[in-house]
């Protein structure tokens, strides 16, 4: 191989990062992508990336500006021996990536620097952690441009690939495999309302579009309640960009929020998704697959929550999946433990019951999942089935959390 240029991405420890660097800064040239903490450790003539969910465009960028002949990914916990490495004869690959599984989950690992230009990271889209942006962005080369290098082939070329990744990226569910084939199902929407998101919303709508069954655009129906934050403005740039259709209202609650939006959806079915919130990008294939067997009484299909905890630093850590149960009573509902999710509501149900009722308990402003279901309950089914495809972020800006001591004053209002 000719010259090269390292990333080193997602590495924690300043210490082994100070390390490569000693080691391989005399053989190649190096870029680092690391959270705010780690480049701080680092020598300040380092050639730098913030890690953050979206940073496709500075990644695109520095590739642009590279005279490497090929590229090399690190990440946290690989080593190289790049003497060995540069011995390799690539010249007929394109592209090498490594596996993280049994399955096709990927990724990348050599480019020919003049290809990687070829297929820039993804802008717009922002990701819940950023192994799943490179995981993503392996899926847009052609198979026959690839080759996948194993463990033994990876240690013959001189790389030692660290695979135990933290659990927000890789568990037993995998979740950034994507479902090749599909059934075509009823017709399915995206209904989504933000009161003061901004730090979430670029991952909440980005997994509406990294799909493995795309969405298409005019189905992400979109309302911004009233945000102060800057939500607003960020909203306006993703809807220039991304086609979603985007209602801007003044604040009166996610109830009135959703109202607004329910006249313009008409497919047979919608789900309801959270502002700081997301979805795996199987999920509406997944779901689709489900519609079709669900009692014809049913107003409502949900199953299985996915739980991360908000750390500092925008850092994320799996808690579990949260298995959801049948409920066929008001009490049964009262006593749910947690959000009853993902919903995906029957439109026409939905509908015929005015939308989402707005109660006196604060104005319409809390609990409105519980006040609908509630109200839905009362002349339809709701239909509970095993699966998980929604992902709930735990986090102190949550209203829910904030007012958790409210609950039994709204009990008391609900009919």
């Known amino acids: 191989?000719?010259?090269?240029?390292?990333?080193?991405?997602?590495?924690?420890?300043?210490?082994?990062?100070?390390?490569?660097?000693?080691?391989?800064?005399?053989?190649?040239?190096?870029?680092?992508?690391?959270?705010?903490?780690?480049?701080?450790?680092?020598?300040?003539?380092?050639?730098?990336?913030?890690?953050?969910?979206?940073?496709?465009?500075?990644?695109?960028?520095?590739?642009?500006?590279?005279?490497?002949?090929?590229?090399?990914?690190?990440?946290?916990?690989?080593?190289?021996?790049l003497p060995l490495l540069k011995k390799q004869s690539?010249?007929?690959?394109?592209?090498?990536?490594?596996?993280?599984?049994?399955?096709?989950?990927?990724?990348?690992?050599?480019?020919?620097?003049?290809?990687?230009?070829?297929?820039?990271?993804?802008?717009?889209?922002?990701?819940?952690?950023?192994?799943?942006?490179?995981a993503y962005w392996v899926r847009i080369f052609p198979k026959e441009q690839c080759l996948l290098v194993d463990a033994k082939k990876a240690i013959k070329m001189?790389?030692?690939?660290?695979?135990?990744?933290?659990?927000?990226?890789?568990?037993?569910?995998?979740?950034?495999?994507?479902?090749?084939?599909?059934?075509?199902?009823?017709?399915?929407s995206i209904?989504?309302?933000?009161?003061?998101?901004?730090?979430?919303?670029?991952?909440?709508?980005?997994s509406c579009f990294i799909q493995s069954m795309p969405i298409p655009s005019e189905r992400l129906f979109v309302v911004d309640d009233g945000s102060t934050d800057g939500t607003a403005e960020d909203l306006i740039h993703l809807q220039s960009q991304l086609g979603f259709q985007l209602i801007k209202k003044e604040n009166e609650g996610k109830a009135r929020a959703l109202n607004t939006l329910l006249p313009l959806i008409e497919t047979e079915f919608v789900l309801e998704l959270d502002a700081d919130d997301w979805l795996d990008p199987n999920a509406l294939a997944i779901i689709v697959d489900?519609?079709?067997?669900?009692?014809?009484?049913?107003?409502?299909?949900?199953?299985?929550?996915?739980r991360w905890k908000e750390k500092p630093h925008n850092e994320l850590k799996l808690m579990?999946?949260?298995?959801?149960?049948?409920?066929?009573?008001?009490?049964?509902?009262?006593?749910?433990?947690?959000p009853m999710g993902p919903r995906i509501y029957r439109t026409s149900f939905l509908k015929a019951i005015g939308g989402f009722p707005v109660l006196s308990f604060s104005d319409g402003r809390m609990y409105e999942d519980v006040s609908v279901l509630n109200a839905l309950?009362?002349?339809?089914?709701?239909?509970?089935?095993?699966?998980?495809?929604?992902?709930?972020?735990?986090?102190?800006?949550?209203?829910?959390k904030k007012n958790h001591s409210s609950w039994s004053d709204f009990i008391k209002k609900l009919d």
């Open 377 to 400: 309950m009362k002349r339809y089914s709701v239909c509970y089935r095993d699966f998980t495809v929604y992902n709930v972020r735990d986090h102190v800006k949550s209203i829910t």
């Open 191 to 206: 209904m989504l309302a933000s009161y003061n998101m901004r730090s979430f919303i670029y991952t909440a709508i980005s």
């Open 290 to 306: 489900q519609l079709p067997f669900i009692p014809s009484d049913a107003a409502v299909l949900y199953g299985n929550l996915r």
């Open 1 to 81: 191989m000719e010259n090269m240029h390292i990333f080193l991405c997602g590495y924690e420890s300043p210490h082994v990062v100070q390390q490569l660097l000693a080691k391989l800064s005399d053989e190649a040239s190096i870029t680092v992508i690391a959270k705010s903490e780690i480049l701080q450790c680092i020598p300040h003539h380092a050639d730098t990336i913030l890690l953050s969910s979206y940073i496709g465009s500075q990644l695109n960028q520095k590739i642009q500006s590279l005279n490497d002949g090929h590229v090399l990914f690190l990440f946290k916990g690989d080593d190289v021996n």
């Open 90 to 134: 690539v010249d007929k690959m394109k592209l090498y990536t490594y596996p993280l599984t049994a399955g096709d989950l990927k990724l990348p690992l050599v480019f020919k620097s003049a290809d990687l230009k070829l297929f820039p990271f993804p802008e717009t889209h922002a990701f819940p952690f950023v192994e799943a942006m490179f």
């Open 158 to 188: 001189g790389i030692q690939k660290e695979t135990r990744f933290s659990s927000a990226f890789l568990e037993t569910n995998q979740l950034y495999q994507f479902i090749s084939e599909h059934k075509a199902g009823p017709s399915l």
């Open 320 to 338: 579990g999946v949260t298995n959801g149960r049948s409920v066929h009573s008001k009490n049964e509902l009262l006593s749910y433990a947690f």
